[in-house]
């Protein structure tokens, strides 16, 4: 039986676990305890973990800018998937974002990662072909 609950800052060493586990999920400097405590603590309740007996199987982190959403490092370890956990995770952050009157989610994708850029199009998100997105990094923090 897996269950799905929130997210918290005890969870982090596990959830980072999972992420150096999954090819397709990139970790930056933001991926820190100290950023993600932040990012936790900014977005209360909005991110998720699925918890088998055996332990943590997926995870996904969710937030919002008071105008749109942010979906993140969405995973679930390959023994566990084709089960819905991956549908089951995202429903619970779109709800989380509605709560908050938040009704447009962004993700970003790695171009490699050819099988999450099907997957989203199943779902009906919507490949943004009429914009780029820029980044600005402070120099010295290229890992940022
Ligand atoms: C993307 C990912 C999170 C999906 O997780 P998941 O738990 O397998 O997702 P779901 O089970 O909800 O859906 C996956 C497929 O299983 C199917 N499925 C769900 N329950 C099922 C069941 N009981 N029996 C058979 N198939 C089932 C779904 O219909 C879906 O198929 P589709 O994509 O053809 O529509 C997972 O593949 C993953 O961790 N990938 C690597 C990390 C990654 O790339 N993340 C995205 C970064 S943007």
């Known amino acids: ?13 596990k959830v980072i676990d999972l992420m150096r586990q999954t090819p397709g ?7 820190s305890r100290e ?3 932040r990012y936790l603590q900014r977005n209360p309740g909005m991110s998720f973990v699925a918890e088998a007996e055996s332990g943590l199987c997926g995870c996904v982190m969710c937030g919002h800018d008071g105008r749109r959403g942010y979906l993140q490092h969405l995973l679930v370890l390959p023994q566990f ?17 509605e709560e908050q009157g938040v009704h447009k989610c962004h993700l970003d ?4 990662n050819e099988s ?3 997957h989203w199009h199943n779902r009906g998100w919507q490949l943004r072909r009429d914009i780029d ?3 600005f990094t402070r120099p010295g923090n290229e890992n940022a």
């Open 25 to 31: 999920i990139s970790l930056r400097d933001a991926d």
């Open 116 to 118: 999450a850029a099907r």
């Open 133 to 135: 997105r820029y980044s």
């Open 109 to 112: 994708v790695l171009k490699t």
């Open 1 to 13: 039986m897996i269950k799905i609950r929130t997210m918290t800052l005890d969870d982090y060493d």
């Open 35 to 37: 950023a993600t405590m």
């Open 81 to 97: 998937r084709r089960q819905g956990i991956g549908d089951a995770l995202v429903r619970r952050c779109l709800a989380s974002l």
